[in-house]
């Protein structure tokens, strides 16, 4: 990523140690551990009966923060533009962050993109980008998730075992993406490998970033050269000026954003399916549907767990915490989802009971900045469809490992699952049917 401008907040060239906490970061909760993994919701009461609503954290490195675990604080947090707008420019640690901050992609820096703009900067890249996706047509949506979906049952059905998650879960959402932003199928393989390097962090993190800014950049130039139906040709068409730099991290926001979430979303649905009896028996009865185990995926077990962020424009006071003026607020999305007061509301109860057709979740934020609504529709249309191509081909889906083996993905800011390991009986391939 590129350094921000002048005018921001940047990084020292010899970073600084943190500086010492304030007295309210002293019993500071370590953002990550096995915890995260294995139980997020025994460490979200933790946090709630030590700290309450708003909770301080350290990040990696020693970096304060606060995480809003609250559902109603929440609410205020991403309801209030002004206070709390989602400026990273305005982050008080920046004189102390390095270069190599493992969490600096998450965070990011000031950037002219949708994700990383704010205020009048972000709604002009929403006017672009919202009518773009709005323009993709549901039905066309189903069909290239279908195709695509045989596609990569195909490579695997008649070996009788696969790994969910790698062979189906992981490509899925990208190789659709890549067809609605543009991308001729020879290259939605390479987005998905690119995307796959990104996500895992490694040492080919930084390379893969530079490949997926190459890729969106030639999408540019060949779609301005030649117009079609797709979500990049209609940016190119919206009135008002963008750089080429602007619709190349736009496109890098779009694909990325709605790759590994939608990815989750699919696996941890599948898993519910696949290991909770109870809801595995209601469905295979009638009782239960896809939908409604998506929708319980999306308040119990939401792909993203913790969203970055916002900062405090002043000093100010949020849920009985004080916080100070710069300060990174980190929005706990499937902490606030459990937040027992609002659950209690809604159900009667203070337990994880079903929500059924509830869609009052936090899964896709809240407010100005949430995920925007052409874009949720698209996820769900994808994961809906992806799933229902896959039970329908392989109805006699099987774990093939015991439930206690399935690893969580090592992030406290995304719930997945590593492998999904399965066994079914083998079935002969559909053929391609793009």
């Known amino acids: 990523m590129t ?95 390095p270069e190599d901050w493992p969490l600096l992609p998450m965070v990011g820096r000031p950037l002219p993109s949708i994700y990383f703009s704010a205020g009048d900067e972000h709604r002009r890249h929403v006017r672009m980008v919202g009518p773009a996706l709005e323009g993709a047509d549901p ?15 195909d490579a695997v059905c008649s070996r009788g075992t696969a790994d969910l998650v790698a062979d189906f879960c992981e490509p899925l959402p990208v190789l659709v993406l890549a067809r ?13 490998q690119v995307l796959k390097d990104l996500a895992d962090g490694g040492p080919d993190a930084q390379s893969a970033h530079q490949r997926f800014g190459e890729h969106m950049a030639r999408l540019v130039a060949a779609k301005r050269a030649e117009p079609g139906d797709d979500v990049t040709s209609r940016m190119l068409a919206c009135p008002e000026a963008f750089t080429d730099e602007e619709y190349m991290l736009d496109l890098m926001a779009i694909t990325a954003a709605g790759h590994l979430t939608t990815a989750d979303w699919v ?11 109870e809801f595995a028996d209601s469905m295979a009865r009638g009782r239960r549907s896809i939908g409604e185990a998506m929708n319980e995926v ?64 936090l899964a896709f934020s809240h407010g100005e900045y949430r995920c925007p609504f052409p874009a949720q529709e698209i996820a769900e249309i994808i994961a809906r469809t992806g799933i229902e191509v896959l039970l329908d081909r392989l109805p006699d889906l099987q774990l093939a ?18 492998s999904l390991p399965v066994r079914f009986t083998p079935v002969r391939t559909t053929g391609d049917l793009s």
């Open 401 to 418: 490992v015991p439930v206690g083996d399935l690893v969580r993905r090592p992030s406290a800011f995304l719930r997945g699952t590593t």
């Open 298 to 361: 999306l308040w119990e077990d939401t792909p993203t767990q913790i969203l970055a962020g916002r900062w405090a424009v002043r000093d100010t006071q949020l849920g009985g915490q004080r916080i100070r003026a710069g300060d990174m607020l980190l929005l706990g999305l499937g902490a606030a989802n459990t937040d027992p007061l609002i659950r209690q509301n809604m159900s009667g109860t203070g337990g994880a009971a079903s929500q059924g057709g509830n869609g009052a979740h």
């Open 267 to 277: 696996s941890n649905s599948l898993r519910l399916m696949l290991t909770e009896d």
């Open 180 to 192: 609605l932003v543009g991308f001729p199928d020879d290259e939605g393989g390479d987005i998905a």
């Open 139 to 153: 039905f066309e949506i189903r069909s290239h998730c279908e195709q695509l979906a045989d596609r990569l049952i």
């Open 3 to 97: 350094r921000p401008s002048s005018a921001e907040p940047a990084p020292s060239t010899a970073p600084q140690s943190p500086p010492p906490g304030c007295p309210a970061h002293a019993g500071a909760v370590q953002l990550g551990g096995t915890g995260f993994q294995t139980d997020p919701h025994a460490a979200y009461r933790a946090m709630r009966r030590d700290h309450g609503s708003v909770v301080p954290v350290e990040l990696p490195g020693g970096f304060p923060a606060w995480l809003v675990i609250g559902y109603r604080e929440l609410h205020q947090v991403t309801s209030d533009g002004e206070l709390f707008p989602r400026d990273v420019g305005l982050w008080n640690q920046w004189p102390h962050i």
